[in-house]
């Protein structure tokens, strides 16, 4: 689907983490309904399924699925930072969140706070090793 896909998708990323940063539960949900509500309004509708070039059977069903899960992960993501007492959590962190590979088009649905749990304590571990949150990092400073 194209980089102008993923463009869109850090979009609404964009806009949904600095809602976040405000920590009020009712403007996290209501930009997260409005950013959902998006995809399938006029004309908002019309101008991001412009963005994703090409034509092919499940371009409809990626479109919306991951549009629709992305945008609930940040959702997730906002919620999970109105509730920590002390600070944010970062940009970098939803990056990792959203585009984590297993998940990212129809995967399991896991909310941001058992993620960021079992990241933190997989990383912790001896003997494993997370090749994706590096292969992010270096993907991100090219």
């Known amino acids: 689907m194209g980089w102008t896909f993923m463009a869109l998708v850090v979009s ?6 600095s809602v976040a940063l405000v920590k009020k539960k009712w403007m996290c ?5 409005s950013t959902l509500a998006s995809i399938k309004l006029e004309p908002y509708n019309s101008w991001q399924e ?18 629709g899960f992305s945008i609930m992960r940040c959702m997730s993501f906002a919620l999970e930072n109105c509730d920590r007492k ?17 998940f990212f088009f129809f ?3 896991m909310t941001f706070d058992r993620f960021h749990a079992q990241v933190r304590s997989d990383i912790h571990s001896p003997g494993v090793y997370i ?12």
Do not use: R
């Open 12 to 17: 609404h990323c964009i806009i949904l983490y």
């Open 29 to 33: 949900f209501a930009a997260g309904l």
């Open 50 to 67: 412009a963005l994703v070039t090409g034509s092919f059977d499940l371009q409809d069903i990626l479109f919306y699925g991951g549009c």
């Open 86 to 102: 002390e600070g944010n959590y970062t940009f970098y962190d939803l990056l990792k969140y959203n585009f984590y590979l297993p």
């Open 107 to 109: 995967g399991p649905i």
């Open 131 to 142: 090749v994706y949150p590096k292969l992010l990092s270096y993907s991100l400073s090219l």
